[in-house]
Each structure stands twice: as C-alpha cells, then as structure tokens.
C-alpha cells in the first residue's frame, strides 16, 4: 500500500544510507527540506521530494501535513519495559529519605521487581508489558531494545526474553533484546556474587543463546553490583557466543567500566552520569557509542550525563529512557529530548540526532532505522502544527506528536 505525505512543513533527518552515527560537531547538523512530500510504501521509504516536485503520484492514502513536521520515530536503545508491578512505594521511601541504595541495601530495587516477575505467570507479564510498549509507540518510539535482568533465575530470564521477544513478533516496532542476568546477586546467592556469576555463564547463557533469545548482553558494572574484573569475565563469555555487549556502567561510580566495555567492543556503554577524562579518551578511540538517560538522573535526582561535554570533546551521543520500575518509571522519548535541552545543554538538532540516527547505531539498526533514508523502514511521525522543531523540546511535557507510522502501520 502506498501512503503520501504532503505539504509536510519539515521533513527532518534526511540522510544517506552510509550515514551510521554523527558525532561532535556535525550534531548540530539536522538536514530537513522544506515543504515536502515522503512517499511510502508498505513498510519502506520509498521516495521524497520537494512539493514543487511531486509528480503525479498514486497512492491509496494521502495525508495533508500542511503546518505540521515529519521525523523518523525515536530509536529507544535502553530500555526494561518488560516487568511486573511497580515501586511506588520505594518512590515515597525516596520522598522520606532513603537514597536509592540504601532501598538497595535493605532488599528493595532490583529484588524487588524479581520477586514480583518470578511470581508473575508469563501471560500477565506479556499483557503488562505489551501495555507499555502500546504507550511507548503512541508517543512515537518505532524502535526499541528491551533488557532482561529482573528474573535472575534462568526460568525467570528466560521468561523475560521470551516475552520481549513476542512483543517484538506482534507489534510493528523493530525489538532488540539483550541478556542482562548480571543486574543484581539474587537473595539466593547472598554473599557469593561469584557463584551467581558462574551460573550466569555455565547456566544461563547457554540457554539463552540456545534459543536464540538475546542480540546482546549486559551487565551492572557498579561498586555493590558487579565489578570489572566480573565485565571481563562475563563479557568474554558472552563474546564466545556471539553476543555483543551494551553496558551499564558509571551510574554512580566510575570504576572503569567504560574501559572494559570498549575492550569488549562494546555496542554502546549506557549511563555516564559520574565520568572521568580517562573515560573520554578511551571512548575518543573507539565504535562504542555513549548513551545518556537523562529520564533516569531527573527522577533519581542524580547528576547528568556531561553529554555536552562529550559532544564537545567530538564524541557521538545517543539518548535514551532507561525505562524500569525503579529508576525511571517512564518510557516518553519527548521528555527525553527535552531534558537533554534542558538539562545538558544539548541543542535541538543534538538532542534529535541523538533520539534517532545515534540511537539506531546503538541498537545496530542504522541500516533500517533513524532517518529519513530511501529504502529504510517506514517509521515515521507526524507533529501536530508547531512553529519550529526547537518548539518540540521547548514545550517540554506537552505532546505534540500527532500521527506515528510504524513499520508502514498506522498506530491508533
Ligand atoms: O538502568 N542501574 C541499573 N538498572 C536500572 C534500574 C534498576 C532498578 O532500580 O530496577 C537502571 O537504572
Ligand atoms: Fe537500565
């Protein structure tokens, strides 16, 4: 089915296929045309033009954009949308005084939502977390990785997997899973982190990888979690079956995480808010792209990703929401770009390279997702009649996505 866009105010991120990431500064760079068409057709992109060059063509479905800006959907690279129940309570605990560690500590967070998922039956857990994705792409998210991590039983993983794996088959948006059975020690391995490791690597992994359930693999490198030398050992492992990795590392401490991940080749090292000047030189040299959440360090209240400072020192950045129950409860790209505006100092034309091309790098869809390139997946979305993109993240909290097409599918 063909669908033709016309009279699009701004049809923004336009780029060639060779165009993997952007970094530095080329980020202020959104090259967009004016008064434009986008023809597409069932789930490519198929052409686009200036209106003065729109030749007759014949499509089933036209949509008028007059007034209105056309983006690529936003690329989530990080996410944990698959989980049972919520942490309100930790929330108001925060409220009284607890810091998030100290929740941590007292067998809150992590544990938490797994002992909540092991008791969830894989139906509920996949009604659950279809319901967010549903949210997701509503406000425009056409692709999205999604993390286990809150099993840490291999039953309870693979579950997780399983279910992200099924959203990805039912629903337009492009899914990519990543193992992350190295988020927390289970209760059930208190005080042994590496008998819990050991059967990470002889136990999960190989299940995991024997149905093919994960694109990577992830691990909480973080004083009180996992520490570097357990990256290394973890990361070799899941290297031995294929499976690249995208990290948390530097959330709250820097303890060398980047390092290890970028030796690893690393698709993507995720966090950043604490990092050292050796960080950026190590990642100065290397493929692994740095992804801010910012969502994460407003609803925690902890610092931000420098990701100005990042930009600045000619790194790529991609940004990303990070969404979970128990750091950030939400899954809104929007709020996302504005609060790396707002709060990093990124510019509009950063901030959205980052929410898309950037992203797609990080999920290793750049071939498919986040621009507006011939032949790539028809995942678009439409604003509603705003002055400029800069309104986009200046109206911060306010949805002004109007229409998302997703894999060529209208999304209601
Ligand atoms: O990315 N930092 C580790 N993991 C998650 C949050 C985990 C939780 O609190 O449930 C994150 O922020
Ligand atoms: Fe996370």
Same mark, same amino acid.
């Given at each position: 089915?063909?669908?033709?866009?016309?009279?699009?105010?701004?049809?923004?991120?336009?780029?060639?296929?060779?165009?993997?990431?952007?970094?530095?500064?080329?980020?202020?760079?959104?090259?967009?045309?004016?008064?434009?068409?986008?023809?597409?057709?069932?789930?490519?992109?198929?052409?686009?033009?200036?209106?003065?060059?729109?030749?007759?063509?014949? *499509?089933? #479905?036209?949509? $008028?954009?007059?007034?209105?800006? %056309?983006?690529? @959907?936003?690329?989530?690279? /990080?996410?944990?949308?698959?989980?049972?129940?919520?942490?309100?309570?930790?929330?108001?605990?925060?409220?009284?005084?607890?810091?998030?560690?100290?929740?941590?500590?007292?067998?809150?967070?992590?544990?938490?939502?797994?002992?909540?998922?092991?008791?969830?039956?894989?139906?509920?857990?996949?009604?659950?977390?279809?319901?967010?994705?549903?949210?997701?792409?509503?406000?425009?998210?056409?692709?999205?990785?999604?993390?286990?991590?809150?099993?840490?039983?291999?039953?309870?993983?693979?579950?997780?997997?399983?279910? *992200?794996? #099924?959203?990805? $088959?039912?629903?337009?948006?492009? %899914?990519?899973? @990543?193992?992350?059975?190295? /988020?927390?020690?289970?209760?059930?391995?208190?005080?042994?982190?590496?008998?819990?490791?050991?059967?990470?690597?002889?136990?999960?992994?190989?299940?995991?990888?024997?149905?093919?359930?994960?694109?990577?693999?992830?691990?909480?490198?973080?004083?009180?979690?996992?520490?570097?030398?357990?990256?290394?050992?973890?990361?070799?492992?899941?290297?031995?079956?294929?499976?690249?990795?995208?990290?948390?590392?530097?959330?709250?401490?820097?303890?060398?995480?980047?390092?290890?991940?970028?030796?690893?080749?690393?698709?993507?090292?995720?966090?950043?808010?604490?990092?050292?000047?050796?960080?950026?030189?190590?990642?100065?040299?290397?493929?692994?792209?740095?992804?801010?959440?910012?969502?994460?360090?407003?609803?925690?209240?902890?610092?931000?990703?420098?990701?100005?400072?990042?930009?600045?020192?000619?790194?790529?950045?991609?940004?990303?929401?990070?969404?979970?129950?128990?750091?950030?409860?939400?899954?809104?790209?929007?709020?996302?770009?504005?609060?790396?505006?707002?709060?990093?100092?990124?510019?509009?034309?950063?901030?959205?390279?980052?929410?898309?091309?950037?992203?797609?790098?990080?999920?290793?869809?750049?071939?498919?997702?986040?621009?507006?390139?011939?032949?790539?997946?028809?995942?678009?979305?439409?604003?509603?009649?705003?002055?400029?993109?800069?309104?986009?993240?200046?109206?911060?909290?306010?949805?002004?996505?109007?229409?998302?097409?997703?894999?060529?599918?209208?999304?209601?």
């Amino acid at each position: 089915m063909k669908l033709l866009l016309t009279n699009i105010k701004e049809l923004l991120q336009i780029r060639e296929q060779d165009t993997k990431k952007i970094a530095g500064g080329a980020m202020k760079e959104l090259p967009s045309l004016k008064n434009a068409w986008l023809l597409l057709e069932d789930n490519t992109i198929k052409d686009f033009g200036t209106m003065d060059s729109l030749a007759d063509i014949s *499509a089933e #479905k036209t949509i $008028d954009c007059t007034g209105k800006m %056309v983006l690529p @959907t936003w690329c989530d690279s /990080h996410t944990h949308i698959v989980y049972a129940g919520n942490r309100e309570q930790e929330f108001v605990d925060r409220i009284n005084g607890l810091s998030y560690q100290e929740i941590a500590e007292k067998g809150g967070g992590i544990l938490n939502s797994a002992k909540k998922l092991q008791e969830t039956h894989e139906e509920d857990l996949y009604k659950q977390s279809a319901q967010r994705l549903e949210q997701v792409m509503r406000m425009g998210t056409g692709a999205i990785e999604i993390k286990s991590g809150y099993g840490l039983t291999t039953e309870a993983e693979l579950k997780m997997l399983r279910v *992200a794996k #099924k959203l990805g $088959d039912n629903f337009p948006v492009t %899914v990519k899973t @990543t193992f992350l059975g190295a /988020h927390a020690v289970p209760a059930e391995f208190k005080g042994d982190k590496d008998g819990y490791l050991n059967h990470i690597i002889t136990n999960m992994l190989p299940k995991v990888a024997q149905e093919n359930l994960a694109d990577y693999i992830d691990i909480f490198c973080e004083k009180g979690y996992f520490s570097v030398e357990d990256t290394h050992k973890l990361l070799q492992a899941g290297n031995s079956y294929g499976l690249m990795p995208k990290i948390h590392v530097n959330q709250f401490n820097a303890i060398g995480g980047v390092k290890a991940g970028v030796v690893h080749d690393a698709l993507s090292v995720d966090h950043l808010e604490v990092l050292t000047n050796a960080d950026i030189s190590v990642l100065q040299n290397s493929d692994t792209m740095p992804v801010a959440l910012p969502s994460c360090s407003y609803f925690l209240s902890i610092p931000y990703t420098p990701g100005r400072e990042l930009i600045d020192a000619g790194l790529p950045l991609a940004l990303a929401t990070d969404y979970n129950p128990g750091s950030t409860p939400s899954g809104n790209m929007n709020f996302v770009v504005a609060t790396a505006c707002i709060k990093m100092k990124l510019t509009p034309e950063e901030a959205i390279n980052a929410a898309t091309l950037n992203g797609a790098y990080a999920m290793g869809l750049s071939d498919t997702h986040g621009s507006i390139t011939k032949g790539k997946n028809a995942s678009v979305m439409v604003t509603k009649e705003i002055p400029s993109y800069a309104y986009l993240p200046y109206d911060f909290g306010n949805n002004n996505i109007e229409t998302v097409i997703i894999n060529g599918k209208t999304i209601e």
